[in-house]
């Protein structure tokens, strides 16, 4: 069943196709009025038209056989099979024709383009074909969550789910088409199992793929109601995906729901056939006894081949709950020949890891992972908004060899620098430098605590990094009261760089939380930043932002349930997130006791950055 949200009002203007990229795209649906020649009932009827002398004895111009060219912005000719004549025929609905640039190397010929051409070659977290696939957490039985939003202020979208059954290759659709007035948003249901197991494993088939005739945004939540369980995660397209990765994870709960907690995993689904892939985990990750091998910490597995739609879910093997590191994944590089879509976390993870008490509140923290080729060397680490006395917990991941990171203001400390294994870093008073891709540094904070992180490597080499936040869990008996929360639990988010910041988004809660919030990250002083949900229009009120340092601000702003538009002058970032109150709740569902005489009190996060740009800042 298709679930609604917000429709704008019918005063919003129309004009542009705005896809949450700063570039001018396709304009409006219409063709403009047929050249001379062509028929004027603008049913696409071919015309020809004669390119002799008229008898005049002149030479005649001639064309190459199955040449284009433009004729205006809604029409393209195409040279005859003769050479003699050009036969002219409209572009598709939503698409104009452009002209190549005689100083473009690079463009062959004219061509129709519509607004799936431009997010293809201009790429940002808005697409037209997006791949989900089902990661574990504590409730299988209830479903996820596909929300696809149109950002268009002046198109509709024509939204297709497809399903590709398991031990299968080919895609099925999923009901009907679904069609997105501009700025409203859809909920698809995802019910399939997950990848078998919780160890390493091999599945072909079980994904979905969300297909759009124009740019969508689209988020996965995990599952979709509201439980003792839950996280979300930006989808980015499939023209943004790499070849080269880093997983971001953390280390599982000891007892988790349902007995002892589960290793730390990823999954990796191929895009193309003939794809072959590779990992080096900082720990011994499992084999399957069939095509995937035992590999052990610090080196490199054989090549694993794969087709489209296949999954390969990697996972540590060691299963002794009493040293966490050696079950956390963190930090493993994948490497590809083909582009590839990866995915991070685990079924349930305890932050911070205590070692009293053993058991708690424990989350599935998971994520798409953004590519290396996006990650950048600044970001702001900003705070999520206030639960108590909760302290703030960080990893900062390096993509590069020898990358420096310091903060400021300084957060920074020889403990949070040193780590374990093949992951140590190195202080040197002022900064920690990472000596390889894929090892981190891991802090925790003070409530409210926002700082600016950069990376830098040495000489002219990049020092790209990624920061990525984990909320703390609710409080258990045992723990400090003064650095907890009783609400929410823990949730995983990776930062945007400053370079990859847009000046306009659209972004859809998760269902059913009843606090909800919008993180923006600006410059200083920059200009207002507008919020619309289609109800109420209104800027972020100034006295909400406070300083991270001398360049950059942050305001943690309230919001309800819904679809939204923010948007600003300038680019500048978002996250968004919500958790549960410390209050029974009648749509809680705890998947140890899902049949409750009373409501139940839940806790549970989500967290996701709520749009990036998809420039390559970095060849890995």
């Keep these: 069943m298709t679930t609604r949200t917000v429709t704008p009002p019918a005063s919003r203007p129309l004009g542009t196709v705005l896809v949450a990229l700063a ?16 028929d004027g009932d603008g049913t696409g009827q071919t015309t020809q038209s004669s390119v002799d002398s008229s008898g005049t004895g002149e030479p005649v111009e001639r064309c190459d056989p199955g040449e284009q060219r433009c004729r205006g912005q809604g029409f393209i000719e195409t040279c005859d099979l003769t050479g003699l004549s050009w036969s002219m025929e409209p572009c598709d609905l939503n698409e104009q024709c452009v002209a190549c640039d005689e100083n473009d190397d ?32 504590v409730a299988p039985e209830n479903p996820d969550g596909l929300i696809v939003a149109n ?33 409203e948003s859809t909920v698809f249901p995802l019910d399939t199992d997950f990848v078998l197991g919780t160890s390493s494993f091999f599945r072909t088939g079980g994904v979905f793929r969300v297909e759009s005739d124009v740019p969508v945004v689209a988020y996965l939540h995990g599952p ?104 956390d994944l963190s930090g493993t590089v994948i490497r590809s020949d083909k582009p590839i879509m990866v995915w991070s976390g685990n079924r349930c993870s305890r932050v911070p890891i205590r070692e009293m008490p053993e058991t708690g509140n424990c989350d599935p923290l998971q994520e798409l992972v953004i590519p290396l080729a996006y990650w950048g060397e600044r970001y702001v680490a900003a705070a999520s908004p206030r639960r108590q006395e909760e302290r703030h917990y960080w990893r900062v991941f390096s993509g590069a060899t020898d990358v420096t990171v310091t903060t400021e203001p300084q957060v920074l400390t020889e403990d949070a620098c040193a780590n374990t294994g093949t992951r140590d870093g190195v ?38 990094i990624m920061p990525v936040q984990y909320l703390q869990s609710s409080r258990r008996e045992g723990e400090p009261v003064t650095e907890a929360t009783i609400y929410g639990d823990p ?27 919008v993180q923006v990250i600006r410059e200083r002083g920059g200009p207002a930043v507008y919020l619309d949900n289609g109800v109420v229009s209104e800027s972020i009120p100034e006295d909400e932002f406070v300083p991270v340092n001398a360049t950059y601000e942050v305001a943690n702003h309230p919001i309800t349930e819904g679809t939204y538009i923010i948007e600003s002058g300038v680019p ?38 709520g749009g990036m740009k998809s420039e390559q800042i970095y060849i890995p």
């Design 491 to 517: 949730a995983m988010s990776q930062s945007v760089p400053v370079e990859q910041f847009l000046k306009r988004y659209v972004f859809s809660t998760a269902v059913g939380y009843p606090l909800n919030f």
């Design 572 to 609: 500048f970032g978002i996250v968004q997130m919500g958790w549960t109150t410390n209050e029974p709740n009648e749509t809680c569902y705890d998947p140890v006791n899902p049949n409750p005489k009373e409501p139940l009190v839940c806790f549970s996060s989500y967290a996701y950055p």
């Design 106 to 137: 690079t463009c062959t010929v004219d061509r129709c383009i519509g607004p799936c051409d431009v997010e293809a070659e201009l790429p940002s977290s808005a697409g037209c074909s997006f791949i989900a696939n089902r990661a574990l957490h």
């Design 224 to 327: 979709l109601a509201v439980g003792s369980g839950n996280d979300s995660s930006l989808l980015l397209p499939e023209t943004t995906a790499g070849q080269t990765y880093v997983a971001i994870t953390y280390a599982p709960h000891a007892e988790g729901f349902n007995g002892d907690g589960e290793p730390s995993w990823f999954e990796v689904v191929a895009l193309e056939d003939f794809t072959t892939i590779t990992w080096t985990p900082p720990v011994n990750t499992a084999g399957t006894g069939i095509n995937i091998g035992f590999v052990e910490a610090g080196t490199t597995s054989p090549p694993l081949p794969m087709n489209r739609f296949d999954t390969a879910r990697i996972a540590a093997s060691e299963i002794d709950m009493k040293d966490p590191d050696l079950r």
């Design 23 to 38: 570039i001018a795209t396709v304009p409006g649906a219409c063709h403009e009025d047929p050249p001379p020649g062509m």
């Design 151 to 183: 950002p268009n202020e002046d198109l509709t979208a024509t939204v297709q789910l497809y399903q590709v059954p398991e031990g299968s290759r080919t895609e099925e659709p999923v009901d009907d088409p679904v069609v997105l007035a501009p700025l």
């Design 427 to 464: 202080w040197d008073g002022s900064g920690c430098l990472l000596p390889s891709r894929g090892s981190y540094l891991e802090l925790s904070v003070a409530q409210g605590t926002h700082f600016f992180v950069q990376g830098d490597g040495p000489g002219n080499q990049p020092g790209v």
